[in-house]
């Protein structure tokens, strides 16, 4: 058994960033990954939005973090999975398919996964034309004609959010009206550039280098139309990745399985902390997964240390 005062689970932007203030601190820190470290940044084409890079290529930011974060001091194991852990005890138990650790705080960082609607082209094109982050690839799609997939609030706000940049936005949703928010369809629907298209399934997403059309099927008509489009956001919701702490009893949110978090990033288990897209957070961004895995390791210190200041 390996004993640590910090361990992290998830290398992403926020277990970085937690990283580098978990070592900076003095804590001996421990992040461990299931795949290699980076996280989702490393799968954003190009950033245009994090502070201090204009413009950088998702996985060249991902390297810099993980680069900066085992500079700290802070130790990175890659490709290790988490078998099982023990979260109740004073000391924080954490076994993986190689070894076994002991920790006296834990940061959940393990990000959350969007949801595909699984036709195809959808793919094939991630990265060129489709994507599931309005804000991240919206600018890219300045004047042009976009759809976006999916009816609920996200589906709305990432619509919103496109209608002022794209030239055209058709929103495509296999029911008559949009389960989002009254305020934000009221709003959608007295857009110009805003086009419901009910009753409608994407069937396929096409194109040769970058996406060029899609094909739709009306659900009650069972006609079918291809439209061209240069670009598909799809907006069916995200699952974090809290299967495992749950069943050690971190709380989700209410309703969800996002985990529930304080201001201080704590979880309703004392030393366990949560920071980025796992969390109950209402932005996903690498901002702000940055900023919560900052506030996760300086509480971790002060849980472990308990300096004079928080006595
Ligand atoms: C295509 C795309 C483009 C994007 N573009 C932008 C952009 O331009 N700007 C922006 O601000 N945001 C962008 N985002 C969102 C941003 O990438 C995320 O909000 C941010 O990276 C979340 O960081 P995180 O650390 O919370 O999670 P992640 O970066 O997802 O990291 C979680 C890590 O935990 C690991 N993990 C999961 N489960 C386990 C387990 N059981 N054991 C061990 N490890 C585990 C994963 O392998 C992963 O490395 C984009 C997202 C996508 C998908």
């Known amino acids: 058994m390996e004993d640590w005062d910090l361990l992290i689970i998830g290398a992403g932007a926020a277990g970085l960033a937690a990283g580098i203030y978990g070592a900076r601190s003095g804590l001996k820190t421990l992040i461990l990954d299931e795949r290699l470290a980076g996280g989702t940044t490393a799968e954003a084409p190009l950033v245009e939005n994090y502070p201090g890079f204009p413009q950088i290529v998702g996985t060249e930011l991902a390297d810099k973090m993980t680069l900066h974060c085992r500079k700290t001091g802070a130790v990175i194991h890659d490709v290790e999975s988490v078998v099982s852990m023990n979260l109740k005890d004073e000391k924080k138990t954490v076994k993986t398919t190689r070894a076994e650790y002991r920790a006296s705080a834990i940061i959940i960082a393990t990000g959350a996964h969007y949801n595909e609607i ?52 058709m929103v495509v949703h296999r029911r008559e009206t949009f389960r989002a928010e009254d305020a934000l369809v009221k709003d959608i629907l007295s857009k110009g550039n805003v086009k419901a298209l009910w009753n409608m399934e994407i069937q ?108």
């Not at 799609?141 to 996200?154: E, I, P, Q, T």
């Open 118 to 169: 699984g036709v195809k082209g959808e793919k094939e094109f991630h990265g060129r034309g489709v994507s599931y982050c309005g804000v991240c690839d919206g600018p890219f799609f300045k004047g042009k004609r976009v759809l976006v997939v999916g009816g609920g609030n996200s589906a709305c706000i990432t619509t919103l959010y496109l209608a002022g940049i794209a030239g055209e936005v």
């Open 204 to 311: 396929e997403i096409k194109g040769d280098k970058v996406v060029k059309s899609v094909v739709l099927t009306n659900i009650k008509t069972k006609e079918t139309t291809e439209m061209p489009v240069e670009a598909v956001f799809v907006q069916i919701g995200e699952s974090p990745n809290s299967v495992q702490v749950m069943e050690a009893g971190v709380e989700p949110e209410e309703g969800g399985c996002s985990i529930k978090i304080d201001i201080r990033q704590r979880t309703n288990i004392p030393g366990v902390f949560a920071a980025g897209d796992v969390t109950n957070h209402p932005v996903r961004q690498i901002g702000t997964a940055v900023g919560q895995g900052i506030t996760a390791a300086l509480e971790a210190y002060s849980y472990i240390r308990r300096p004079y200041y928080r006595r």
